[in-house]
């Protein structure tokens, strides 16, 4: 026997969908916080930037409020920068964390 609300204007929402809302805890409120997250291989977007150090087609170094953070790639552009989030879109071969401005040095 089927249910007589099923199919009924009720959307049905993924079991991973409702536990990231559910357990999503807005970043903006700590003022000290990095965020970098990478999407796929060619995107990449940092929250908490205070400047940038460095920007090559290869190598994009960002001042961030705790540390610092290469981008490495190819054909890296800074697509956006509001406030103090930066997109990043290109080739991303990798990103690293650094604590100290030698960045530019990583691996």
């Not at 409702?18 to 060619?42: I, S």
């Not at 290109?90 to 040095?105: N, S």
């Amino acid at each position: 026997m089927q249910s007589a609300n099923k199919g009924r204007g009720r959307r049905h929402i993924p079991l991973s969908q409702r536990l990231h809302e559910a357990l999503d805890f807005p970043l903006e409120g700590f003022a000290n916080v990095t965020r970098v997250e990478v999407l796929g291989k060619n995107e990449a977007v940092a929250e908490g930037c205070e400047s940038v150090l460095i920007y090559t087609a290869d190598s994009i170094v960002l001042r961030m409020r705790k540390g610092y953070v290469r981008i490495a790639g190819r054909d890296l552009e800074m697509e956006s920068l509001i406030g103090d989030r930066i997109t990043v879109r290109g080739i991303i071969h990798a990103v690293y964390l650094c604590e100290t401005e030698k960045a530019e040095a990583a691996p």
